[in-house]
């Protein structure tokens, strides 16, 4: 297993890496590098362990999604569908619902369900 040096919202990691596999955990790295970097630069929220909580539930969502859209019949809805979830990105109402639900799970002792 190699180690790879990263930087996620300008802190440093060191990475385990299988072989092969660095350019997918690169691209990962990337993904929510920009997911935290987004929510942070929307100025509302400050903590790193909450920006990493939000940012963790929208790319598990967006996940979600995509693996809804592919088992649908056709690839127009689906298309359509992602494109509609593209252009949310960080609507600040779909923030502060995150942000409401993860008070929620932590008020909750941290249970999801």
């Known amino acids: 297993m190699n180690q790879i040096e990263v930087q996620i919202m300008g802190q440093s990691y060191l990475l385990g890496c299988p072989e092969g596999g660095e350019t997918r955990l690169r691209e990962a790295v990337e993904r929510v590098d920009g997911a935290m ?3 942070r630069d929307a100025g509302k929220i400050k903590a790193r362990d909450r920006i990493a909580v939000l940012a963790a539930l929208n790319l598990a969502f967006d996940l979600s999604d995509r693996a ?10 689906a298309a359509a569908a992602s494109a509609a979830n593209d252009a949310q990105g960080d ?5 502060q619902q995150l942000l409401a639900r993860l008070d929620q799970v932590l008020a909750d002792d941290g249970r999801l369900l």
Not at 91 to 95: E, F, L, S, Y
Request: contains cysteine; glycine residues 0%; aromatic residues 0%.
């Open 68 to 77: 809804a859209q592919a088992s649908a019949p056709t690839a127009a809805p």
């Open 91 to 95: 609507d600040p109402a779909r923030v």
């Open 37 to 39: 970097c987004r929510i």
